[in-house]
């Protein structure tokens, strides 16, 4: 569906986001047909650039982070020609007089303010936006984690956002809720009979969810080093995901009847006080590969490249169901999982000879390959009497999507367009932020009250010994991660 004209500021154009995401993403949607022409993307930043180079700039990053495929010399021309420039420095007034004067509030034209900016700027950006006349009921604000680094922090940043701009005007990204199978998984639960019925503790055994990456910190060092797996990953990406899987139908796909749901979900997190539910490593060197000290650059880091906790939603639907959750970089392959495990079949009817049957196990699989497969116990087909084996049903749409041609869409894709939109449904709001880091930080605090060293583990391996032994003593195990 398109959307109307809009105008779209991007601070901070020059940089990485800038370049591999987001000018991609809007290429996309003028290339299938949802951008219209009429739209104006800005990019901001401190360099003192003409449009043209500007263009040319974006051009480039069309070349590098756009399939050959999908780039038209036609659509090319059509979306350089939206873009503009304007030099704005964050930290002083200047060039925001400029911006404004090229930016006179339209009618039913939406203004969006994307600060792809270090996280110290967002709450002077969003002053000098409100001080420059252009935080108006059209305007959008949209910034991107780290949304603070502590509770105290996140909430001096939201009170800073409301002090200039209402919070259906803020539009907090976690790219995770842009995934294409993210958001299957709440078609899969709401637009289905079959499995709300299951999806309580009476029947499942527990949930595993998985971020693993095989990238180092390599070039990130300076932001990640003192940050860590927990606030990196867990505060925010997973701890949306286990948001989906947790919460209740809400009663309508509306941003605060979702966003209503998924809070009720972060304040049902149990406390966490047992430091032995909680394992935390840092990869070592091996063979040839760089330690995470030595790709950091920092030679006593106590900072974890990777967490694997035991979580409990403290609710009548989850009570005594284990959430386990691990991340962590560096390890033997990219895959990022949802894995809900549901209990056995109470009761055999099969002779021990049939063999045993397995759990059922509903994987939503968000990269790579994405899709959802249910594994399942069937008889072996054949003659060979009464024999149980596992099988799977498989629903991969990378599959699906290749046979059809279909580009599986990058998040900011739909998270962009949902900003022009005025659809908060896929953006945090600053409660959810406040609740997740109300329940990281306590764990946080323990490792730093008691010193803890995160354990090493080796490049390329399934993560520290530690993370085994975390399901092993409730006599479960980990999913490969294959
Ligand atoms: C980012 C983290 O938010 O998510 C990175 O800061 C991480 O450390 C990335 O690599 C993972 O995203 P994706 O989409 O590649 O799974």
Redesign the pocket.
């Known amino acids: 569906v398109p959307v109307d004209p809009f105008d779209l500021v991007v601070f901070g154009a020059t940089g990485d986001l800038a370049r591999r995401k987001l000018i991609p993403a809007l290429y996309h949607r003028l290339h299938d047909g949802q951008m219209p022409d009429a739209a104006r993307i800005v990019g901001a930043a401190r360099s003192d650039l003409s449009a043209d180079a500007f263009r040319n700039m974006a051009a480039e990053a069309l070349e590098e982070f756009v399939r050959p495929a999908d780039l038209d010399a036609q659509t090319q021309k059509r979306f350089l020609s939206c873009i503009d420039y304007a030099q704005v420095d964050a930290t002083s007034s200047e060039g925001w007089s400029d911006l404004a004067a090229a930016m006179p509030p339209r009618e039913g034209r939406p203004r969006a303010f994307y600060l792809s900016v270090a996280p110290r700027f967002f709450g002077p950006m969003a002053e000098r936006i409100h001080e420059a006349g252009l935080s108006g009921a059209d305007s959008r604000i949209v910034i991107e984690?780290p949304l603070g680094h502590d509770l105290a922090s996140a909430r001096e940043l939201n009170a800073t956002l409301a002090a200039h701009f209402h919070e259906h005007q803020v539009y907090r990204i976690d790219?995770?809720l842009g995934?294409e199978t993210v958001q299957n998984l709440m078609a899969l639960r709401f637009a289905n009979a079959l499995f709300e019925p299951l999806w309580n503790a009476r029947h499942i055994d527990h949930v595993q969810i998985t971020?693993a990456?095989s990238?180092g910190v390599e070039g990130?060092g300076p932001y990640?080093d003192g940050v860590g797996a927990m606030r990196?990953?867990v505060q925010?990406?997973m701890l949306q995901l286990l948001c989906l899987i947790a919460m209740e139908p809400p009663g309508r796909f509306e941003p605060d009847a979702v966003r209503d749901e998924k809070l009720k979900v972060l304040r049902a997190l149990a406390p966490h006080d047992h430091p032995e539910d909680v394992v935390r490593g840092q990869y070592a060197a091996a063979n040839g590969t760089a330690s995470y000290r030595e790709d950091a650059e920092s030679p006593d880091s106590r900072t974890e490249s990777y967490v694997a906790l035991k979580a409990e939603v403290a609710n009548w639907r989850w009570s005594g169901v284990p959430f386990y959750l691990r991340t962590g970089?560096r390890l033997r392959t990219r895959v990022?999982e949802i894995a809900v495990v549901f209990k056995e079949a109470p009761h055999s009817i099969f002779p021990a000879a049939s063999g045993r049957w397995a759990q059922n196990v509903l994987a939503i699989r968000?990269?790579p390959d994405e899709g959802i497969t249910l594994g399942m116990t069937i008889k072996d087909p054949g003659p060979g009497g009464m024999r149980l084996a596992p099988a799977v049903l498989d629903m991969t749409f990378a599959d699906a999507m290749s046979s059809s041609k279909l580009r599986m869409p990058d998040?900011y894709e739909r998270l962009v367009m949902d900003v022009i939109r005025g659809d908060q449904t896929l953006f945090m709001r600053g409660d959810e932020v406040e609740a997740a880091w109300e329940w990281v930080d306590p764990i946080i605090a323990g490792w730093e009250e008691r010193g803890d060293r995160p354990v090493s583990y080796d490049p390329g391996s399934s993560g520290p010994e530690d993370a085994l032994m975390l399901l092993h003593r409730d006599g479960r195990r980990w999913r490969e991660i294959a």
Request: net charge positive; charged share 35%.
């Open positions: 984690k790219h995770y995934k971020v990456e990238v990130r990640y990196d990953m925010n990406h970089k990022s968000l990269q998040a």
